[in-house]
């Protein structure tokens, strides 16, 4: 086992706030104070880092280990064969309390054998991704290329 980091660097957020398409009643929902994070394996409350909705960026760095085939960490859900990073999105209130309403799934099943193979010799992978969807709202559903574009690189410490 290697050690690995996984950085997630998106650009393109949406914005704080949300409205939805109509619901089937014909009204919609709007959620405010909007925030993404990424979600700890098992742990749907425990959020690494959240990023408001309307940042320039977003980024976190994951730890992780590889095989040089399957990558585990505490943000890495999954079976080894369909392993993948959620990102939460939610709204924030007043108390400081995140409620999910949406989530995107990085397939980590996505990264080309050759990308994963540099990232676990070098310690770094990198995904890059924008996190608006096509209706201006926030990324959902599984992501992978061309919405992702994976790379290695080399880990630096310091």
């Known amino acids: 086992m290697s050690v690995l980091r996984i950085r997630i660097e998106g650009a393109g957020l949406p914005g704080r706030t949300?409205?939805?398409?109509?619901?089937?009643?014909?009204?919609?929902?709007?959620?405010?104070?909007?925030?993404?994070?990424?979600q700890r394996?098992?742990?749907?409350?425990?959020?690494?880092?959240?990023?408001?909705?309307?940042?320039?960026s977003a980024r976190w760095t994951?730890?992780?280990?590889?095989t040089g085939v399957d990558v585990t960490g505490p943000y890495v859900q999954g079976r080894p064969d369909e392993r993948f990073v959620y990102l939460s999105w939610g709204s924030v209130d007043p108390s400081g309390a995140f409620t999910m309403f949406r989530r995107a799934k990085i397939m980590l099943g996505a990264v080309p054998a050759d990308v994963l193979s540099a990232a676990a010799h070098g310690g770094l992978l990198t995904a890059r991704l924008g996190l608006t969807d096509a209706r201006g709202g926030p990324l959902c559903a599984r992501v992978v290329p061309p919405a992702v574009t994976w790379g290695a690189g080399v880990l630096d410490e310091r």
């Open 41 to 56: 394996r098992n742990r749907p409350g425990e959020l690494l880092d959240p990023q408001p909705g309307d940042a320039a």
């Open 62 to 66: 994951l730890p992780c280990t590889t």
């Open 18 to 38: 949300f409205v939805t398409a109509a619901a089937r009643d014909g009204g919609v929902v709007t959620y405010d104070n909007v925030h993404v994070a990424v």
